[in-house]
């Protein structure tokens, strides 16, 4: 059971992993946006921003889901480990 729970951390990390490198993909293209005030014109199409921005908020959605899928399986392996217990001291 326990090397069930590692195994998931695993895919957790990787996974959390993958998305912190696509959030960084995010911020760098960002950043010009992030360089001007936004009563000055800049450069590029106003769209784009607002796909990066849509990108990055998925992301971060993306995280949160992975964190509450991950503590949902461990949890139901720990619950699964203590109803074991629980019938072998019967």
């Given at each position: 059971?326990?090397?069930e729970?590692?195994?998931?951390?695993?895919?957790?990390?990787t996974?959390?992993?993958?998305?912190a490198d696509?959030?960084?993909v995010t911020?760098n293209?960002?950043?010009p946006w992030?360089?001007?005030?936004l009563?000055?014109?800049i450069p590029g199409?106003?769209s784009?921003?607002k796909?990066?921005?849509?990108?990055?908020?998925?992301?971060q959605?993306?995280?949160?889901?992975q964190?509450?899928?991950?503590?949902?399986?461990?949890?139901?392996?720990?619950?699964?480990?203590?109803?074991l217990?629980?019938?072998?001291?019967?």
């Open positions: 059971m326990a090397t729970i590692q195994a998931r951390l695993l895919i957790r990390d996974n959390l992993g993958r998305i696509e959030l960084l911020d293209l960002l950043l992030d360089e001007f005030p009563s000055y014109q199409d106003p784009l921003r796909a990066d921005l849509e990108q990055q908020a998925r992301l959605a993306e995280i949160r889901m964190d509450a899928e991950c503590w949902r399986d461990v949890a139901s392996v720990a619950h699964s480990l203590a109803m217990f629980e019938a072998a001291a019967v």
